[in-house]
């Protein structure tokens, strides 16, 4: 029976992806797990996977479609099967309602974490055994493949001979492991496994992805140290830089606030407070910005075509580096939220953004960013707007300045603003009085706490 | 020059060139001479070789027995024939303990150069005390050679090569093959060695090991199945003692998966040691799935044609069981 190739849901939130290219034409015979087509979510472009062995029997969907999740785009299936029109319900056990069961459940997705439509793999039977024939077992052992990886198809839940035969070999990984793998683009010879044998679980693939840089390969080319695969998280950076760097006109804008008052206050407030208590100074930034936000409809604008879209939610997100890349968790509806939450959840976010463990809808739908660079001493910059936002906000270093206050000297505490805004939606007036709104507030802390 | 002759033909032939051949072959048996045999096998043999050589023996298994052994063991070949198989049980000591041991007994001094003609198998409406398989019986007894032939080609081949062995050969005929089975049989000299197995026909994804009568089932279950693609290679193992092991083996290795059939009952048949055959060699190793048997059920042979015909293996059972691991 034909299985459907369909637009997978990365997260409850997602409702339909693009269609980047398909990596393989009608007529095509493709392994399972073989990438088979590039997608793109509004987070991330991703590769997908074939969900099942056999030819390429139709591909509906062509390259650059907007695709709505679960709807079929092709099949695949024994050369000459008859499949069912295009937006026709796919039947099977690989349905896109059961696949869509799996990935509704909060999974934790950092990047992409495609779909686990993948078939049941040899689970030991009660008494502990994976069932397997003799053949099989000759056949994996020859291969170095292990049972546990292979997908069984016996009437009786055993694997045979053909199974692992069509098992995918490499390092043993389970299922996940190599799901999140192979949407980011990593090569599971690269990570050491950790599991039962050394298999590689899913956190060994994380750990890879977060803490290390992928395994320069040596090169006999002159003048080259290495040369590197881009990661997925990296080649994602780079597209979505590059494309918002190219689309937007923007301007940067630099303005210093006195934040001399605003730290009083938040020494005032940590007071006594446990350290994973303490109130931040992007914190107060971030609720800056998002009564700012708030008040400013034209910076919860995009452009979709020839339109104006203004957006009801001041979601204020906050770039996050990792040696793994970068990655924008987002503070839903953060002008309504108290100091001391916003706080909590911009820790909890960080952190998890830091080890990997972000659920997709986390990372998606801000209107605003802002991105903080004082603690690396940075005087200035001009931050890339993260699309489809209208605007971000570049947090520098605070910096002590002398200052003339009734004819005495007296040190102020200074800090830079970057503004970088698209012009298309902004001019240069609103955008100075949506900043100057912002200096206002990071000035006069105590409205900031109202 | 070949021509097409059928399993009762063959073994005639068999008999009457091997007699022509060597005067001390002799046939003995209830009913062969003028009557031809209760299946008409020895059709003119009568006429042609005298009843010197062509003995109309009294209803005794045991003194056909008897005289066989006394005459094999002063040089004489004769040639027995039961008019049905199930009657062994009446001369099973002569069979057993005398013409399967004496060569070993009197240290190799003695041979008893003697074949075992059994009519065997059901089919024929016959009931229970005439249409059993008991051809495990003499295979799990050191001394017997057991050969089993499927098709006119075969049975006058091995019959030709069982009449000069120089050991006690049993020879198992189907009844029902007498007449349905024909086939090209050379006219000129041949022979075929006891213990090499014949690949009836050449399969990939599933080997049907079998014997007699039961060739011609998988046959048609293999040519049925080709239309859909499958590929099951037929072994018919031709002899029992000795067996083909390495055909066996071979087969295996080649196909992974293994329906074993007879006609005998299959509880504690010949087919456990052919599957034992299998799981005690390397071919373990390429088993893809279950061995399956196919067999006669453990009963009694019904009268009643219709339970016959469920009790005995047949093509619809062998498709199923097939089916069941393909």
Known sequence: MATAIFMPKNGMAMEEG??????????????????????????????????????????????????????????????????????????????????????????????????EEEAPKAAPNADGVILATPYAKKLAADKGIDLANVTPTGKHGEIVGADVENAPTGPKATPVAKNIAAANGIDLGTVEGSGFNGKITKADVMGTMHQAAPAPVVVDEEGVEARVKMSGMRKTIAQRMTQSYFENPVVTQNVSADVTALLALRAKINEGKEKADRISINDFVMKACAIAVSEHPLVRTIIDGDELVTMKATNVGMAVGSEGGLIVPVIKNADMLSLSKLSAQAKDLATRARNGGLKMDEYTGSTFTVSNMGMYEVDSFSPIINQPNCAIMGVCRVRDELALVDGEVVVKKMMGLSLTFDHRILDGVTAAQFELRIKQLLENPMDILL | MAREITYAEAIKEAMSEEMRRDENVFFIGEDIGLYCGAFGVSKGMVQEFGEERVIDAPISETAQMGVAIGAAITGMRPIIELMFSDFMAVCYDQIINQAAKMHYMFGGKVNVPLVLRLPAGGGTGAAAQHSQSLENMYCHVPGLKVVAPSTPYDAKGLLKTAIRDNNPVVFVESKLLYRKAKGEVPEEEYTIPLGVADVKREGTDLVIITYSRCVQMALQVAEKLEKEGKSIEVLDLRSLVPLDTEAIIKSVKKCKKVVVMHEAVEFGGFGGEIVSTITGSDAFFYLDAPIKRVGSMACPMPFNPKLENEALPNVARLEATVREIL
Not at chain 1, 19 to 40: A, C, N, T, Y
Not at chain 1, 54 to 66: M, N, S
């Open chain 1, 18 to 115: 693009v269609l980047v290219r398909w990596l393989v034409k009608e007529g095509d015979v493709v392994e399972q797990d073989q990438p088979i087509m590039e997608i793109e979510t509004d987070k991330i472009t991703m590769e997908d996977i074939a969900p099942a062995a056999g030819t390429i029997l139709a591909l509906y969907a062509k390259d650059g479609d907007t695709i709505p999740v679960l709807e079929t785009m092709g099949w695949i299936g024994e050369p000459g099967e008859k499949v069912e029109a295009p937006n026709a319900a796919p039947a099977g056990p690989t349905t896109p309602e059961a696949a869509a069961e799996s990935v509704g459940a909060p999974s934790e997705v950092l990047m992409s974490f495609p779909p």
